[in-house]
């Protein structure tokens, strides 16, 4: 039983095949430049070389057909035909109220999730083009989508609504939504199984935090709140986007900088953050190099990042009334050890110690960092959305 995971994006593409008999991925790879000149796409069979080409590959569908012909390529190929392929499974970013869970893929799904393309204009449109592209290159093979919002559909109201007139929820659904959702659910999940607890007895804050970074305050084995909201935009200090910040900020630069509607989201989404503060770079292993060169910027850069993600575990302490396990995945979480410890030496008031010999190393899989006596488990747990995909998916093709 093979299924074909599919992360879509306007101009790019990532696969992995993975064999369910084993949860083994076969294969991974992306396509890059879609609908540009000199496509790339880049495809790694597992235990065999990385097999790059350059071409011109317009669409989405043309994107499709030639992941498919890598995997079946004679030499670089990991199946003899795509008939292997029992199911497709696509990650879809904003997938609102309208769903809790992941779903088989039918008419109404598609036209539930271009419903919702207002709310996620950057990411549902490529997601239906994933969708679509598959439906030509394999019409009879199902499809399933997972939804990076579902997980925190939990939420209770008072976690999710703004204090803003209700009318804007009702006409609108302006709400927080949360991201990341399929990870922190993920997560979770993994670190309860590493500490042989049930999940549903643990107070867990789950802390994705990659380029883009949300934390999650998981009670019960629910979502109970998370710092993203209605956008990705909300929450903490990210490569180079803002995080939260005051909204009366948002009329009073447009006014002065005379700034259209665009240009103000353009610049809280892609020029704030880490790369707006540091003036130099939006990926945490330059903020650091900088840093120990002495560098001002980026080491208040670092310390605003910090500051602002040890605030937010605060807060989900107290929203919880406690915390069992702080668990760190994403590209920060999983890789850098200073941020895992400054965060960490300023929670002495939970009772958290971490080992800095254990923090040091170094491994793909979930591990405790903190001492036996910490009052609070600290994990660091490796994220796999891919596999969450290719396990739903297979899991809604058996029924
Ligand atoms: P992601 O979006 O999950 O791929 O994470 C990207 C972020 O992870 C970037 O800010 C990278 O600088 C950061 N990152 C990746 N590897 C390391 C590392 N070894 N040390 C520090 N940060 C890292």
Request: aromatic residues 6%.
């Amino acid at each position: 039983m093979k299924v074909l995971v599919i992360n879509a994006g306007s101009s790019s593409l990532k696969y992995q095949l993975y064999n369910m008999t084993d949860e083994s991925v076969l294969a991974k790879g992306r396509v890059e430049r879609i609908g540009m000149d000199s496509s790339i796409l880049v495809h790694e069979p597992t235990g065999g070389e990385e097999y790059n080409t350059v071409s011109e590959i317009l669409d989405h569908t043309i994107a499709i057909r030639r992941v498919l012909e890598s995997l079946t390529d004679e030499k670089h190929g990991v199946m003899k035909s795509v008939d292997e392929i029992d199911a497709v499974g696509h990650r879809v970013v904003q997938g609102a109220e309208s769903f809790k869970e992941s779903v088989l893929v039918d008419k109404d799904v598609k036209k539930e999730i271009r419903r919702l393309f207002d709310l996620a204009p950057l990411h549902n449109p490529a997601h239906i083009m994933g969708i679509e592209a598959v439906e030509l290159n394999m019409p009879d093979v199902p499809q399933v989508v997972v939804f990076d919002t579902a997980f925190h559909q939990t939420m209770p109201e008072k976690a999710y609504l703004y204090a803003i007139p209700k009318v804007l929820y009702k006409k609108h659904k302006v709400r927080r939504y949360g991201f990341h959702g399929t990870s922190h659910y993920y997560v979770s999940l993994a670190a309860a199984e590493y500490l042989k607890r049930p999940l549903k007895e643990l107070k867990v804050i789950t802390c994705h935090i990659g380029n883009g970074g949300s934390l999650t305050a998981v009670k019960d084995g629910i979502s109970v709140d998370t710092s993203m909201g209605m956008t990705p935009l909300e929450g903490l200090i990210m490569g180079t986007r803002s995080g939260d910040l005051d909204p009366a900020i948002v009329p009073y630069v447009m006014n002065k900088e005379e700034l259209s509607i665009g240009e103000v989201n353009f610049m809280l989404n892609k020029h704030s953050g880490l790369m707006a503060i540091s003036g130099s770079s939006s990926d945490m292993r330059e903020i650091t190099d900088a840093m120990a060169e002495g560098d001002a910027n980026s080491t208040l850069a670092f310390e605003m990042f910090e500051y602002r993600l040890r605030k937010y575990i605060g807060s989900y302490v107290a929203a919880m009334d406690g915390v069992d396990v702080i668990v760190f995945t994403a590209g920060i979480g999983e890789n850098s050890a200073i941020v895992r410890e400054k965060v960490c030496e300023n929670l002495t008031y939970l009772g958290v110690k971490l080992d800095p010999e254990l923090n040091k190393i170094r491994s793909g899989d979930p591990r405790r960092i903190s001492t036996p006596d910490s009052k609070v488990e600290v994990l660091v747990v490796p994220t796999n959305e891919e596999l969450v995909i290719a396990r739903d998916t297979y899991k809604l093709i058996q029924k």
